[in-house]
């Protein structure tokens, strides 16, 4: 598979240095965010890694070819396309590519093509998991799975509670995932602190993630992690207000009949509009949280691993 990819120089000099390198995806910008908040943010998150030791390498697909590192034309391009780029899971990799045309990398996308770069971690906003009524829908993200078995440690703000946050974690329980808590024994909700859902562990440091990490993959247990690291307290919104316009986006997208692939983009969008912009704020604040945790993360895994 690695024929199809292209790291750009500053990753490729990264990996070849053994400097620490975080991966990033694409669909928080096309479907995740509005323009021209999406670009801005994208921008900022690559800073953010960069300030705090690692080279970020974000992640699409442009005319056909993985990519790991974009440019910031890239970024732009894709930024302004919005919704308009293909949302690529994995089903979607081998038409985008064998067509030669553009996707944004969802979770699940990130992690095929960072294992493949040979980049470990990653840090993003939120991942999919098993949706509200999922067992008469079916609606389960290709996220689980993918955390499943590729090994990629993924660092993100919990799940929204778009999500049946209960049936996620079982899920994941099947499937092998530690879910650990940064600094916190329950599983943070995106825009909230707590959802009243337990993590399996609770760790407070970098060093102990990497650690964890590592050792998982040296048993040969293969397959990825989960982080669920807290929104910071001063950008958190209130739970009775976020909840009542998630119920409300959920309600909505059922009697619009929305499903599959689109579901997931229009509660995001649709949550934004319901709380006017605020929700968007605290977005921006968890990832760009999220992205100082998985540099850091990811200086201790090279120590450990000897790169
Ligand atoms: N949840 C968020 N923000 C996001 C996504 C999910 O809070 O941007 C995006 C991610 O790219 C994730 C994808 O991998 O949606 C999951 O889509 P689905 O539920 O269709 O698997
Ligand atoms: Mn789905």
Not at 115 to 141: C, N, P, Q, W, Y
């Amino acid at each position: 598979m690695k024929e199809y990819l292209d790291l750009s120089p500053e990753v490729s000099a990264a990996l070849k240095a053994g400097k620490p390198v975080v991966a990033l995806e694409s669909t928080i910008i096309s479907h995740g965010m509005p323009y021209p908040q999406n670009v801005e943010t994208a921008l900022r998150v690559e800073q953010t890694i960069r300030e705090n030791g690692a080279v970020p390498a974000t992640i699409a697909v442009i005319g056909g070819r993985l990519k790991a590192g974009l440019t910031a034309d890239e970024i732009e391009y894709l930024g302004k396309k919005g919704t308009a780029v293909t949302k690529a899971s994995r089903r979607d990799l081998p038409v985008l590519v064998a067509r030669g045309q553009d996707g944004a990398t969802t979770v699940t996308t990130t992690m095929i093509v960072a294992a493949l770069a040979g980049i470990r971690v990653f840090a993003t906003g939120g991942i999919g998991g098993v949706h509200r009524g999922a067992e008469t829908t079916m609606d389960i993200s290709a996220d689980l799975e993918e955390l499943a078995r590729t090994p990629v440690m993924v660092v993100c703000a919990g799940a929204k509670s778009i999500l049946d946050l209960g049936l996620t974690l079982e899920y994941l329980e099947t499937k092998g995932v530690p879910v650990i808590g940064y600094g916190t024994e329950e599983l943070p909700a995106f825009y909230t602190r707590k959802s009243g859902f337990k993590v399996d562990y609770r760790v407070d440091s970098p060093e102990e993630l990497a650690s964890i990490f590592h050792v998982k993959q040296e048993m040969g247990l293969g397959g990825g992690m989960l982080v669920t690291n807290p929104i910071p307290e001063e950008y958190s919104m209130d739970a009775d207000r976020i909840n009542a316009a998630i119920d409300e986006a959920v309600g909505d997208a059922k009697r619009l009949g929305i499903h599959g692939k689109e579901t997931t983009p229009y509660l995001l969008a649709r949550i934004k509009d319901l709380t006017g912009g605020d929700s968007l704020a605290s977005n921006i604040q968890l990832v760009l949280n999220n992205a100082r945790l998985a540099a850091r993360t990811a200086a201790c895994l090279n120590k450990l691993t000897g790169l």
